[in-house]
């Protein structure tokens, strides 16, 4: 008798001493016994549900966590071209949403972003994926982070792209930001890299002025509208404007433009935004001696405990100006300019309130709490309206461009609008995003498919990570100049080193997303998952065997992730 | 070579020349000797074999199980308690097919207790599918163990080979023993054709559905045909090596040609054949050994029967309530033939109980008187019974007029 | 919700036969769902690889994996009774040592087979120094026949001959405290493993398989059906079990103890209870039934000052992270 044989007969005739042979279990399918299929299920995770740049976080960090840093980066750009710029300036609620913040501490992800980000603007990586152009051809107007991101995933899908600024260079916007905040060069780095795809860029076009509406409609397929805002609002207390008045934004373009600022001895800034704060830093740094921020909003800390409305400034920013000297007077607003002839000398101050009623903010001043702050100079960074020229027909009487849900300006088949300058703007981030939305719905326009729903994301509950299989760690804590040195326009914060920014992409606890942890391998009771890794390039790790699997749940239940979900059979 | 040695020394030294792997005991009078005389053979390197001295018969024969399944030939022995404790294994080792040899030094079992001889012990176990082979002497027992494992090995069967237990294993008797050349050449290397192995794995002793557990069984039963003609040729080849025979399945001395006839196993043949020798047995006799009772040989028997009128058949154990086991079989095997004789079931030399000349002349005597079914017991002394009208009340009557539990006989 | 990519129409079996990893316990088998014992049976073997010979003793495995003509095994396999598998580890493993073959021998008990029945054999098998590693599925009563209480059963548990009732709440006796009496033995290598911690349970057997003489393994495995969970919890019950302290992780080596799984974050019994039926009676609103959760909660704080098993510190959350996964199935290795 050869054992080695299985031989035909086996289950037809018994064997001496009733012996069976190896793995003959095979034959019985306990797939039949399951009245519930596990499913590997990828589900949002919070940090891509909230990004808004809809970037796709865990997939680049646990490429990065791989040590795979240019397939992390080729991850990422596929959503947002510009992640140097983003991992400095976004506010990253990514890592306010962070699962892994109820854990320990969220993970670093913007720290994650800049060095994907800066590793290959050192690297000169290509982007990936770019096909050949086609024959469509599209209109952006404004290369500020909603245009640059349009043109460039228009672009990626074979499109054709004029882009109209009214600048010389590209960056709209993001290039007023101080350099200690966003190096000139990485802007500029990036803006080029997307330039440099194909895209025919025409600088210094302004729209009204060097190019109409109606030759971009005749000559293009569509349009898409990013100009951002440009004219700052007009400013004045009780009807009084002083003589020498610069408005804040006015001041950043000065300083990038020439390089030099006026030196006050006390200055007042009105206002609680990115502007106000960016403003107050530089001038500190250029030489002027005192810089006050007045807003009647709130400073951005521990904001649960608070009743009023926050600075709308980055958090963290706001931080750093206090740190280096800006002092701000929140809760207050102006209530008098003393003036002098037409010169200011000082602003009176009053107690004041924002505050959320009814889904908009109102303004509340209490007479009586004034007190006098003596200032030379008073500058309004109190926000910028949208610049009219040229979008007359579209804007009718509004200061807005009014805009669908797919980005169309009402009324019209083949403009689109984003960025800034439709409501509900303001991050960088946020502009990417919706250059990449528009720019996805142009392409089914061009290519005339019909309008694709896209679902909002639902991120994985906290309840759905099983966190007995982490560890707490440390975590990692970008690299800060200190305040004291802090007196050039060189970077505060550093791109992390390699192994170090590899480690914290490797603290991601993956929600939604599969860890390749094994688990749901390991813990099979009825080795019916099985592992892919190194047979046939399959794109996916693991497999559930259903002829096998008898429905338990364990790997759902013992999944880290949450990338098992349980569906009832049929 | 020929030497005087005590029948545990003997056997000791059979199992030895068939070189086993595997020794696993635990210890039992009256096996002991057997196993301590293994036990200085390993000692002394003329055994290479590993001795698994078990906390109990029943590891012993699952070591053995367990030795044998892994390819190496196993050896224990037993007597019993000894061979009931390991009833359970026994059955296990059969319904595996795992060729195992085994000595039981047959002993009567408790309770009462005696340590004294009798075939109580291998017949309690006669259906749990062993061969059992049963040694008149000495040189039957060396002889037999070596046709054992050659059995054993071919019909993948375990054998149990019965030598009864002082009589035979404390007794020094001249022994031809065999040289290790003339073992070897009738014993080839043991290969388990199920050997468990890494490297050609299979699952053994598995769970049988009703739809094929008659036909594991069959297979089993079947086997044991195979065993019959294995036995037979074993001893015929090792005569041919040894000069010696066993007597085959069963085996016919005294009157060959008389109608009366005796039938035993074990050593008390050796007391038959000399009290008919000397003609104490009073009359011509036909004496009959029934060597194997498993398998048992009905055809054998039907032979070595024929023409007789009547038999006294002796069981050396007793089923409670229902008799002689032995001569219920034999009864059985000649039923329904035409000249079957008349059968004397005698239940005797239980317990160590020495049968004699006498013994078996007022076994003969009793069969003239006998009816069809009758059982006796032999020797037994009525006025070693309580009288039938004293039952005792408590166990204070109950308690023995003398101190001395063992009375000289008068 | 994005479904997992579709990888098209794969060959199953060919991907099952080039798993990379050693599959002693093959699919198919018919254990219930969430089955512990299954799960730690495969993982023994992932860890001790093919060339083993298997002994196992009658329950649930032996039954469940070989119906003939089926055998789930992919491994040498003997079964032979309840009681005696540890002396049949011993005669295959004797033969073995007079062959000259290193294939190494396991024996598989649950704790029927190890607490109760076929403890002699075991205690036999360690005195007598043969090199096997006996590891003991430990599911805590007699689950092939039914439920009914062993030797290991723990103190309040319900089983079919412990029952809950008016006048009883469950088991009245200890489990017994087997390690111990294992240790006296002396033998070199001792460990409890549970399958919540498959990696620290897969490095013990590499530990004992490594050391030469006998070894003994005292796995927890969480039976869904006989305490009463549900099969996605198997995992979750048992470490729990050991988060309690009701089944420390122990090593130990010549009767001393040498490594400990250090528990973090101590979690009441109740927690561990309240997800079995066969504590349930415990939690009700009663002076008998506290008072034996009480006792249970004792025994696990027992177990933890025993033992010294708080761990201290903002230190991994076991002695040597071996329930902590890593990206790409590194834990594994």
């Not at chain 2, 359970?88 to 030094?105: D, Q």
Request: with cysteine; proline share 7%; charged share 20%.
């Amino acid at each position: 008798m050869g054992l080695e044989n299985k031989g035909p007969d086996r289950a037809d005739r018994v064997t001496p001493g009733g012996i069976a042979f190896p793995g003959t279990s095979l034959e019985n399918r306990t797939g039949s016994w399951r009245l519930m299929r596990p499913l590997f299920e990828t589900a949002p995770s919070p940090c891509h549900a909230v990004c808004p740049a809809q970037e796709n976080i865990p997939d680049y960090l646990s490429l990065m966590a791989r040590d795979e840093p240019r397939r992390a980066w080729e991850v990422l750009v596929s959503d947002n071209p510009m992640p140097a710029v983003t991992g400095r300036v976004c506010p990253h609620p990514c890592e306010t949403d962070c699962h892994r913040g109820r854990f320990d501490a969220p993970v670093s992800i913007h720290s994650v972003e800049r060095f994907l980000g800066d590793a290959a603007l050192r690297e000169g990586w290509p982007y990936p994926a770019i096909p050949p152009l086609g024959e469509d051809k599209v209109a952006v107007v404004g290369a500020g982070p909603a245009g640059l991101s349009c043109a460039y995933h228009l672009r990626r899908q074979g499109i054709r792209v004029s882009l109209f600024d009214q600048f010389p260079e590209a960056g709209g916007t993001c290039r007023i930001i101080p350099d200690y905040r966003l190096p000139s060069l990485v802007l500029s780095g990036e803006a080029e890299r997307i330039l440099g795809l194909g895209i025919t860029f025409y600088p210094g076009k302004k729209l009204g002025r060097d190019v109409s509406l109606e030759e971009l409609e005749a000559d293009y397929a569509a349009v898409f509208l990013s100009p951002g805002r440009q004219r700052s609002r007009a400013f004045s207390v009780a009807h009084s404007v002083p003589a020498n008045l610069h408005h804040g934004i006015d001041l950043l373009w000065t300083w990038k433009n020439v390089g030099a600022l006026p030196r006050w001895d006390r200055v007042v800034i009105v206002g609680g935004g990115n502007t106000a704060i960016d403003l107050a830093r530089t001038l500190l740094r250029t030489g002027t001696g005192e810089v006050h921020v007045v807003t009647d909003e709130e400073i951005p800390v521990d904001r649960e405990s608070q009743k009023g409305w926050p600075m709308p400034a980055i958090a963290r920013e706001v931080g750093l100006a206090i740190g280096e000297g800006v002092r701000i007077h929140a809760g207050r607003s102006i209530g008098r300019l003393l003036l002098r002839e037409d010169r200011v000398v000082g602003v009176e101050l009053v107690h004041a309130l924002k505050e959320l009623e009814a889904k908009s903010p109102v303004h509340r001043a209490f007479p009586g709490t004034e007190t006098v702050l003596e200032a030379d100079q008073v500058i309004p960074a109190v926000g910028q309206d949208l610049d009219s020229e040229g979008l007359e027909r579209l804007l009718k009487s509004r200061d807005h461009l009014a805009v669908s849900n797919d980005g169309r300006v009402e009324g019209n088949e083949r403009i689109f609008a984003g960025g800034d300058a439709v409501p509900g703007g303001g991050l960088v981030s946020a502009a990417i995003g919706s250059g990449h939305r528009i720019a996805l719905k142009i392409g089914a326009l061009l290519r005339g498919e019909g309008p694709s729903a896209v679902p909002a994301l639902v991120p994985l509950p906290y309840s759905g990570l099983n966190l007995h299989y982490f560890d707490h760690g440390s975590s990692y804590e970008p690299m800060e100049r200190a305040p004291g040195a802090r007196n050039g326009f060189d970077e505060i914060e550093t791109t992390g080193s390699s192994d170090l920014i590899r480690a914290e992409a490797d603290r991601c606890l993956s929600c939604g997303h599969c860890l390749e942890c094994d688990n749901c391998w390991v813990l099979c009771p009825d080795g019916a998952v099985l592992k892919t890794a190194g047979f046939g390039n399959l794109p996916v790790p693991y497999l559930f065997d259903y002829e096998y699997c008898k429905g338990c749940g364990l790997c759902a239940r013992e999944c880290p992730s949450g990338h098992i979900r349980m569906v009832p059979e049929e | 070579m020929r030497d005087i040695l005590e029948g545990s020394e003997a056997i000791a030294r059979a199992v030895a020349l068939c070189r086993p792997q595997v020794v696993a005991a635990y210890p039992i009078t009256p096996q002991t000797h057997i196993v301590e005389g293994l036990a200085r053979l390993i000692a002394d390197g003329l055994l290479d074999a590993e001795l698994v001295s078990v906390e109990s018969e029943f590891s012993a024969a699952s070591v053995v199980l367990g030795a044998a399944s892994a390819g190496s030939r196993s050896y224990t022995a037993s007597a019993s308690q000894g061979i009931l404790l390991m009833g359970e294994v026994l059955y296990n080792i059969s319904g595996m097919r795992v060729p195992v040899v085994l000595t039981c030094a047959n002993r009567a079992v408790s309770a009462p207790v005696s340590i004294w001889n009798d075939h109580q012990d291998s017949m309690a176990v006669r259906d749990s599918g062993w061969i059992q082979l049963y040694c008149a002497d000495n040189q039957e027992a060396v002889d037999t163990t070596i046709q054992a494992f050659r059995i054993s090995e071919r019909v993948e069967l375990p054998v149990m080979v019965c030598v009864d237990g002082f009589t035979l294993t404390h007794t020094l008797e001249p022994i031809d023993l065999p040289d290790q050349a003339q073992v070897d050449r009738f014993l080839p290397p043991f290969r388990f054709t199920r050997k468990l192995s890494s490297e050609h794995p299979f699952s053994a002793g598995t769970l049988v559905s009703p739809d094929f557990f008659t036909e594991m069984r069959y297979l089993q039963h079947a086997a044991f045909e195979q065993a019959a003609r294995e036995i037979l040729s074993a001893d015929r080849d090792w005569s041919g090596i040894a000069g010696r025979s066993c007597g085959g399945l069963i085996a016919v001395e005294g009157d060959r040609e008389a109608p009366t006839g005796i039938l035993v196993m074990g050593s008390v043949f050796g007391t038959l054949l000399d009290a008919h020798r000397s003609g104490d047995l009073g009359r011509p006799v036909r004496l009959i050994r029934l060597r194997s009772f498993r398998p048992f040989p009905t055809e054998a028997l039907r032979k070595a029967t024929e023409g007789l009128a009547a038999l006294v058949v002796l069981d050396r154990s007793l089923s409670p309530g229902s008799g002689g086991i032995v001569s219920h079989e034999v009864r059985s095997a000649l039923y329904g033939l035409p000249s079957a004789p008349r059968i004397l079931s005698v239940a005797g030399g239980l317990g160590g109980r020495d049968l004699r000349a006498e013994s078996f002349r007022t076994m003969l005597e009793g069969l003239d008187h006998a009816g069809e079914w009758d059982l006796r017991f032999a020797d037994l002394d009525p006025d070693r019974l309580p009288k039938a009208d004293s039952a005792p009340e408590s166990l204070a009557d109950a308690a023995p007029k003398s101190t001395n539990p063992f009375p000289e006989k008068e | 919700m994005a479904s997992a990519s579709d990888p098209g129409p794969v060959d199953l079996a060919e991907l099952r036969a080039a798993q990379p990893r050693f599959s002693g316990l093959e699919s198919g088998h018919g254990a219930c769902q969430g089955c512990g014992q299954a799960l730690a049976a495969r993982l023994v073997l992932e860890a001790a690889g093919p060339d083993v010979i298997v002994a196992n003793a009658t329950g649930c495995l032996e039954i469940f994996t070989t119906p003939w003509p089926l055998s789930a095994w992919n491994v040498a396999w003997i079964h032979s009774l309840f009681e005696n598998v540890a002396a049949v580890a011993s005669g295959i493993e004797a033969a073995l040592k007079i062959q000259g073959r290193n294939t190494k021998v396991l024996a598989f008990a649950g704790d029927g087979g190890t607490f109760d029945i076929g403890f002699q054999a075991l205690s036999g098998m360690l005195e007598r120094n043969h090199d096997v590693l006996f590891v003991c599925f430990d599911n805590e009563a007699y689950m092939n026949t039914g439920i009914q209480r062993s030797g290991s059963t723990p103190l309040g548990a319900w089983t079919t001959t412990s029952p809950a009732g008016k006048t009883r709440q469950g088991k009245r006796h200890l489990k017994k405290d087997l390690l111990t009496i294992i240790a006296a033995h002396g033998i070199p290598y001792a460990a409890t493993a549970s399958v919540a911690y498959p990696s620290d349970l897969r490095s013990k057997v590499r530990r004992a398989l490594s050391t030469e003489g006998p070894s003994f393994l005292l796995l927890h495995s969480p039976c869904p059906l006989g305490w009463g969970h549900d099969s996605s919890l198997t995992i979750a019950v048992d470490r729990l079990a050991v988060e309690s302290g009701l089944f420390p992780l122990l090593e130990l080596a010549r009767g001393q103890v040498i490594g400990r799984m250090a528990i973090r974050t101590v979690r009441p019994v109740r927690e561990y209870a309240e997800l079995q039926s066969r504590f349930g009676h415990l939690l009700a609103d009663s002076p008998e039934a506290h008072e034996g959760l009480e006792h249970l909660q004792a025994i696990a704080d027992a177990n933890i000052e025993r033992y010294g098993l708080l761990a201290s510190g903002p230190e991994p959350r076991d002695s040597e992270g071996a329930d902590t996964v890593r990206r790409g199935g590194t834990r594994w290795a």
